[in-house]
């Protein structure tokens, strides 16, 4: 389970996320949805352990987020991945992959048909998933934008983590590619991994998440399914409407 | 520590894969190259003229390396949030610092004795033989160098490449210049003695590491001096990456 309990951020004096409180159960696909500002970003941030909240506490699992034995089941695709220019895609996978601690306890892991693989057979088979195979070889600073989505999508999914971060992980992409990653998705929720994504593509985010979260000035105004979120239309009209009616609200 | 070398094996990879390091070592060698000619010009002298010119070359030009490829070392992973990858990983800060260190340490290092073997072959051509002493002078460098990484990586920590270029400069100025300082200091009475001994204690002392005049009169430095030149500098490289960590803690990424 994902818990964020009481958790508040602020940078200097401003409040990015203001007493924020959210449960997500294993297993869930999880979209957290909020204009530009937010503080998405942030709360994802703290998801992984890159920054601390000033007050409250997020466990992933019963660790801490920013402990080691919370990293090592977790993946992140942070917004508009970069890398490293000198590196080819096979070679930065080739270093995340070394990165995964709990990789390392197991070098080899087990196939489908219980045949194990070393790493390279997990590199090639995750270059081939998202669609890199041609480019393996090449260094990653002539790949193009959905290029390195993909490979940023690789590198958050190839040690198999059992909870998934991503930070706009459709952006980017043309149709094919999107297509491609929610496929993916939907792939890593069958096999049991908890999905908590930002996106502003609510149409994509209505067809692969079971619930979302709604954040606005650091303050959550909905959890819940998205069923029942979408029980008087479309997501993203729904959406608008809520934060309208809020900011309507702060204005009077 | 297997983290460390996984990100020291990648910092080296993409250190010397950066097309401008070569630049600057094609210029290094061409120097080295010209102190044949440069030598040809003193009066029967020319061996000495070549080692006291390649020996300064080599420094130079490795200290251009270092500061250029270092004073945007974690600076440039910031800025494009390649250090969010890996710090989202099961890596602690420290392990990150030290393999970004090691590994740019590792790549310079390789560019030195580029140049050293060519001086090497240089000097042997020139009928000076097998110049072992300039090793010794090698190997202090390769400390000093460490050191100016190491401060390069804190630099980076909290300041752009520019502000860390000329921090480094300014301390490579001072570094040198510490003994001269206290000397004078020492002179000029006990209120500038006791001025300047904290810097004399805080700031490093480069001028322990520089052994190029000893050996180009073919002499051999201490080696009392030398070890205690050594374990200066692997204390200071301590220190100081255990402070380039605590600023990259306190950094909200």
């Given at each position: 389970m994902i818990n964020i309990s009481k958790v508040t951020k602020k940078y200097g004096k401003t409040i990015i996320v203001d007493n924020l409180s959210l449960k997500i159960?294993?297993?869930?696909?999880?979209?957290?949805?909020?204009?530009?500002?937010a503080g998405k970003t942030t709360t994802i941030k703290m998801l992984v352990g890159l920054n601390k909240p000033d007050t409250g506490e997020i466990k992933i699992n019963k660790y801490v987020a920013s402990s080691i034995q919370s990293k090592?089941?977790?993946g992140y695709m942070p917004e508009d991945p970069y890398f490293y220019d000198h590196l080819t895609g096979y070679e930065f996978l080739e270093f995340c992959l070394s990165l995964s601690s709990d990789y390392r306890s197991k070098p080899q892991v087990e196939n489908s048909d219980s045949s194990r693989i070393s790493s390279n057979g997990i590199i090639t088979k995750m270059l081939e998933t998202v669609g890199l195979s041609e480019a393996k070889n090449k260094m990653i600073n002539t790949y193009s934008k959905g290029m390195k989505q993909r490979l940023g999508l690789a590198q958050a999914i190839i040690h198999k983590p059992k909870y998934i971060f991503l930070d706009e992980p459709l952006d980017g992409l043309d149709p094919i590619g999107r297509n491609d990653f929610k496929n993916i998705l939907r792939g890593m929720k069958k096999?049991?991994?908890?999905?908590?994504?930002?996106?502003?593509?609510?149409?994509?985010?209505e067809e692969l998440c079971d619930?979302?979260?709604i954040l606005n000035h650091g303050k959550l105004l909905y959890t819940g399914k998205v069923s029942e979120f979408c029980k008087r239309g479309e997501l993203e009209k729904r959406f608008v409407e809520l934060i309208n009616n809020k900011q309507e609200g702060i204005a009077n | 520590m297997n983290n460390i070398l996984i990100i020291a094996k990648n910092t080296f990879k993409e250190a010397i894969r950066d097309k401008i390091l070569y630049g600057i070592l094609a210029f290094a060698l061409i120097f080295i190259f010209a102190t044949i000619f440069l030598g040809s010009l003193s009066l029967g002298e020319d061996l000495k003229v070549i080692k006291d010119l390649g020996l300064a070359g080599i420094y130079?030009?490795?200290?251009?390396?270092?500061?250029?490829?270092?004073?945007?070392?974690?600076?440039?992973?910031?800025?494009?949030?390649?250090?969010?990858?890996v710090l989202a990983k099961p890596v602690k800060t420290f392990e990150f610092i030290?393999?970004?260190?090691?590994?740019?340490?590792?790549?310079?290092?390789?560019?030195i004795l580029i140049m050293q073997i060519v001086y090497l072959v240089v000097v042997l051509g020139k009928g000076?033989?097998?110049d072992s002493y300039s090793l010794i002078s090698l190997l202090l460098q390769i400390f000093e160098i460490g050191i100016f990484v190491s401060l390069a990586v804190l630099f980076s920590t909290f300041s752009t490449p520019f502000a860390s270029m000329l921090y480094s400069i300014i301390l490579l100025y001072i570094g040198h210049s510490l003994s001269i300082l206290l000397k004078y200091a020492e002179k000029a009475g006990s209120i500038a003695k006791y001025a300047v001994y904290p810097f004399y204690y805080l700031l490093p002392n480069?001028?322990?590491?520089?052994?190029?005049?000893t050996v180009v009169n073919d002499k051999l430095p201490g080696g009392g001096e030398v070890t205690f030149s050594i374990i200066y500098g692997i204390f200071y490289i301590i220190v100081i990456l255990y402070l380039a960590n605590l600023s990259l803690k306190k950094q909200e990424l």
């Open positions: 159960n294993d297993g869930t696909v999880f979209g957290f949805l909020g204009p530009n500002g090592q089941t977790s096999q049991g991994s908890t999905i908590f994504l930002n996106s502003h593509i609510l149409s994509d985010v619930e979302i979260g | 130079l030009f490795s200290i251009i390396i270092t500061i250029f490829i270092s004073a945007q070392a974690i600076y440039k992973e910031i800025e494009k949030k390649t250090i969010y990858i030290i393999g970004k260190f090691l590994g740019l340490l590792t790549g310079i290092v390789l560019t000076g033989g097998f480069l001028e322990k590491f520089n052994v190029r005049n």
